[in-house]
């Protein structure tokens, strides 16, 4: 029974609070985290609605594995309509905060309405308070952490908090915990601040235990613990450089989209590669990274801390910036270096850094100025424009600076702050925007990486790649190896890995661990802790299931199967280089086999036959 | 033999695998905030620290307790609370010199590290073994091997550094 049966009803508008069982038939279908919060927010609220108006809701939600000792089990995530792209967006995070809100007893909360002036949320156990956050609103997410560590005089309390970037409505910004793990994607920090929440903060002291079968449990764990130390990725390969060990092989591959997607190589991608993190600084001899570091739970440790030169251009006179933080990952490193044509570590670490102080996405932001400097070489934007400087790729002066102002919401940061989408539309360039459905690709070329743009272009969030990653099987060959080159079989591929996906992220399982578990390992672990029959195959379907209710939310919402396609960049500019050369995204021979398999008509409509079969209404 | 904990910070990556073990091991829930052995993160430095009862030959606590309710585990070695003859007056809390042995408000007892009877839980559970449980007479042996692979006598390199 590992959930802890509750949920927190927060009506910010009225501000009353209130306490909930948990839907006893919902949690058995959706599992929990993921699955479970899209469907309280599928029957909540119209999928029309506008996602930064008060009608729109906010969920913050755990997994039954969440705040166990399951490895990595403590993760926890956001389910809103998403601003960046109107669709369900569901963003995953790390860190400490979802483990306190289970200790704290509670499986998620909802925030509804929106609150008259800026508040926060203090949960400590069964006692929570809206509490005035006057003092706190229009600073960053680091200050907003200190602020409540001192006023509670708590150092034990676990924030989550907004930023400036959010209160200024950039449409990708994120919900920050722990000073440096997010919620990242489709703007649900954004959500969060239209609502005038500015954090939560949490302390919890009742323990997580109710197992179904106790000894079970701690046998299934310690199975997975070791399976997760044997397998070299969760073993070696990310702790010693965490994502960042995927840069120079997907270099290699030919599948590292640069300068805005026009190529799939980059000359400087060791610069910026993991490896490169380990390597002495010529200024002070220190290396880039200083250790790894682990989420709640977490047997792996992927996490990266890091310092910048303190003699680098970012940071002259800024000392916040001198210590450590969070560090670099692949699809940040990615975005912000390789699309961009950066290859200075620094200047990528110092952007990360502001990402994470300032709570905003660097995926889509990295991607965007990447548009924006395509639009600049292009002569679709003056250098009046861009403030002043030159926008061409490879400058990490309008990297940090692009950053600086969209943190600060002045000047063109304004316009950076839209996301490529609504950027390339504003200055008639829309075709440079490398998004699916307005949220932008991350680190894998779908013309290098077949299966993956299938993914892309079916993510129910928008393009992403933990929504089915099957890089895993097409270039690390997990499960088994796949030619990334070909599509055939990529829809079979792409769908196994989509369903499994949502089981593990409505478990409160990190992605990570499916680089050497399979559903077969996950399964004992649920059933021994919540018990009623979890097997591997129910949680496929549990996951399928989810799968659809998202889509459904999405038609509901205004998508059409037009939408589930990539840019035309990518499906008729061929590759130029590496093992891709001369081949483009078969997205479009992919779909209909995947439509077919998933039970859609050719509209990509869930038939009724699928929705009885998935037990899903109308 | 003797065995102690031994903790190698440099090792850890915070991710309290050993303080859900013991609160497992000593209240039947995952709960870290009723942990016996404390990882301390400073988040400037990137650093990971945890911390717990070093089991001292001559307990501050053992002395400071009116009621005589730690005594040692002749086995273990191990300083061990009697929960029925704790009172709660907390001077052991005040006396330990480490801060390790801390009130429950829970039970009203209470609680510190107990060495799990000679078989600790977080030792199990810790990922990286930055925290063993050796021969309490060779503590220092993996920093010395550590120095001592960093001490050059080889002919060779003598020879070349002149
Ligand atoms: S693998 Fe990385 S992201 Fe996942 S839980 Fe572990 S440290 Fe966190
Ligand atoms: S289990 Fe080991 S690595 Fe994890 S926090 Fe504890 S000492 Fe550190």
């Known amino acids: ?618 | 033999m003797e065995k102690a904990l031994v903790i190698n910070p440099d090792k850890c990556t915070g991710c309290l695998q050993c303080e859900l073990a013991c609160s497992y091991e000593n209240e039947g829930v995952f709960n870290p905030s009723k942990s016996r052995i404390k990882v301390f993160t400073f988040h400037q430095e990137g650093r990971f620290v945890p911390y717990t009862c070093t089991q001292c030959s001559d307990a501050w606590c053992q002395q400071a307790c009116p009621v005589d309710a730690i005594t040692l585990n002749l086995l273990t070695g191990a300083k061990e609370v009697n929960e029925n003859t704790c009172v709660g007056c907390k001077v052991c809390t005040i006396s330990c010199p480490f801060g390790t042995i801390n009130y429950n408000q829970n039970t009203g007892k209470v609680i510190k590290c107990d060495l799990c009877g000679g078989d600790p839980k977080c030792v199990s559970a810790c990922p990286t073994q930055a925290i063993t449980y050796i021969d309490a007479n060779q503590t220092g042996m993996e920093k010395m091997r550590q120095w001592a692979t960093e001490t050059d006598n080889s002919p060779s390199n003598s020879a070349a550094n002149v």
């Open chain 1, 1 to 618: 029974m590992s959930w802890a049966g509750k949920l927190l009803r927060v009506n910010l508008t009225n501000g009353e609070i209130t306490s909930e069982m948990l839907n006893e038939q919902w949690k058995n279908d959706y599992l929990g985290a993921r699955g479970l919060a899209s469907k309280y927010l599928s029957e909540e609220i119209d999928p029309a609605c506008d996602p930064l108006s008060p009608e729109n809701k906010m969920i913050m939600a755990t997994g039954p594995l969440t705040g166990t000792m399951a490895a990595t089990g403590g993760r926890y995530v956001v389910v809103t309509k998403g601003p960046l792209t109107n669709c369900i967006a569901c963003s995953n995070s790390g860190g400490f905060i979802g483990a306190e809100m289970k200790n704290a007893g509670w499986d998620m909360v909802i925030f509804e309405g929106k609150s008259p002036t800026p508040v926060y949320l203090y949960i400590e156990n069964d006692q929570v308070e809206l509490i005035a956050a006057d003092d706190i609103w229009g600073t960053s997410v680091w200050h907003t952490d200190e602020w409540l560590h001192n006023k509670h005089q708590d150092p034990l309390l676990r924030i989550a908090a907004v930023g400036r970037t959010a209160e200024n409505g950039c449409f990708y910004a994120g919900i920050v915990n722990d000073l440096h793990r997010a919620a990242g994607r489709s703007g649900v920090g954004t959500v969060m601040a239209s609502k005038n929440l500015k954090a939560v903060a949490i302390r919890g002291t009742l323990g997580v235990g109710n197992l179904a079968d106790p000894e079970g449990f701690m046998k299934a764990v310690n199975e997975g613990k070791a399976a997760l130390a044997e397998n070299p990725v969760t073993g070696q390969g990310l702790p010693a450089y965490g994502t960042q060990v995927l840069m120079n092989v997907i270099n290699e591959i030919g599948a590292l989209p640069t300068n805005n997607m026009k190529d799939v190589q980059f000359d400087g991608a060791h610069a910026i590669s993991g490896e490169a993190m380990h390597e002495p600084r010529k200024s002070d001899g220190r290396p880039n990274l200083t250790t790894n570091a682990a989420c709640f739970g977490c047997t792996i440790a992927c996490g990266r801390i890091s310092t910048i030169d303190q003699g680098h251009f970012s940071v002259e006179n800024k000392s916040q910036y001198w210590g450590n933080s969070g560090g670099l990952e692949y699809e940040a490193a990615w975005a912000l270096g390789a699309d961009n044509g950066v290859d200075d570590l620094d200047a990528l670490t110092y952007v990360n850094f502001v990402c994470n102080e300032e709570g905003f996405d660097p995926i889509t932001f990295g991607a965007t100025v990447a548009a924006a400097m395509e639009m600049y070489e292009d002569g679709d934007l003056t250098i009046e424009q861009t403030g002043g400087i030159a926008f061409n790729f490879g400058s990490a002066e309008a990297l940090t600076k692009g950053a600086e102002w969209v943190a600060a919401g002045e000047g063109f940061g304004k316009d950076l702050a839209l996301g490529s989408k609504r950027l390339c539309e504003k200055y008639g360039r829309p075709e440079l925007s490398m998004t699916v459905k307005g949220q932008e690709f991350p680190a894998y070329d779908p013309r290098g990486i077949q299966g993956i743009g299938l993914n892309y272009a079916t993510s129910n969030r928008g393009a992403c790649h933990v929504r089915g990653y099957t890089v895993a099987s097409e270039v690390l060959g997990i499960p088994e190896k796949t030619d990334p080159l070909t599509a055939e079989g990529k829809p079979g591929l792409v769908k196994a890995f989509q369903d499994a996906t949502g089981a593990v992220d409505s478990a409160g399982l990190c992605l990570f661990t499916t680089f050497a578990w399979s559903l077969d390992n996950i399964a004992p672990q649920i059933e021994a802790a919540c018990g009623g029959g979890w097997t591997a195959e129910r949680l496929a379907e549990t996951g399928e299931r989810i799968w659809n209710l998202e889509r459904d939310f999405n038609l509901k919402a205004g998508i059409t199967s037009a939408d589930d396609t990539l840019p035309e960049r990518l499906r008729k500019e061929a590759a130029k280089t590496g093992p891709a050369k001369g081949i483009v995204s078969k997205v479009e021979e992919m779909m209909p086999e995947y439509y077919e398999l998933r039970g859609w008509d050719s509209d990509g409509v869930p038939t009724d036959e699928t929705r009885s079969r998935l037990g899903l209404k109308d």
